[in-house]
């Protein structure tokens, strides 16, 4: 086999066993908003654009853990205390999260959306999955509905919904509307640090694969005189 071919071999195979590796549940870095506009999640800058709304600093904010992290497939709720961006909606405005580079599987964490006389939603550009819901310490509550791109309140009664879903592919952008207007709610997005990096070909295949060029050239030298 020609020695291209084989650094081929070697670096797709290689990648294959990495991607059949079992999942990990993921380690999110959560967005600290420092405004009502703008954040930070590890090494990637976040902005928000849509609807004005303010920052939420109460200790109780998204607390218990295991209403917004499952542990399988995300291993860490938003920190108690940190910064939420807060929204009334009720109109059109669309709302958009801007990453300042593309993130692999973001997160929404959904806080207090609904109340007794009221049943609101979010509705995304986007198909996000369930991943878990439950009460909150401050206002209890139920899970977060997910039918296709709309997540809240799905079942026709009223009451808060809290919750936390992903979105799995390679997003630069997250956009949605608010139609049902209330007091209030919050939302905050992350996602696993580790995926952020440009995939490339790990340093394991490209051993693997200068090891199989190194037998190709043996294997190419002329045979010693008998």
């Known amino acids: 086999m020609h020695a291209s071919s084989l650094l081929k071999v070697a670096s797709i195979s290689a990648v294959f066993a990495l991607s059949t590796s079992p999942a990990m549940a993921a380690i999110v870095s959560w967005a600290s908003w420092t405004t ?14 849509g609807q004005s709304g303010r920052l939420d600093l109460d200790p109780r904010n998204w607390q218990p853990v295991t209403t917004w992290a499952d542990g399988v497939v995300i291993e860490n709720a938003p920190v108690a205390g940190s910064a939420i961006r807060t929204l009334t909606g009720g109109n059109t ?13 973001p997160v929404f964490a959904i806080w207090s959306l609904g109340q007794p006389r009221n049943s609101a939603n979010f509705t995304f550009d986007q198909v996000p999955t369930f991943v878990d819901g439950g009460p909150s310490l ?22 808060e919904r809290n919750g936390s879903v992903i979105f799995y592919g390679t997003f ?4 949605w509307t608010n139609p049902v207007r ?10 696993d640090e580790r995926t ?3 995939v490339s070909i790990p340093a394991a295949a490209w051993l693997f694969g200068a090891g199989l060029l190194g037998m190709a050239s043996i294997s190419r030298r002329p045979k010693p005189n008998a």
Do not use: D, H, K, W
């Open 138 to 159: 401050e206002y209890r509550g139920s899970p977060i509905g997910v039918s296709g791109n709309v997540v809240g309140n799905l079942t026709g009664s009223t009451g």
């Open 182 to 191: 209330e007091n209030y709610f919050g939302f905050t997005v992350g996602f």
């Open 196 to 198: 952020t990096s440009v």
């Open 172 to 175: 630069q952008s997250i956009s």
């Open 36 to 49: 009502a506009s703008s954040a930070n999640a590890g090494a990637v800058g976040i902005s928000f654009t």
């Open 93 to 105: 405005n669309r709302n958009t999260i801007t990453f300042t580079q593309a993130v692999l599987n």
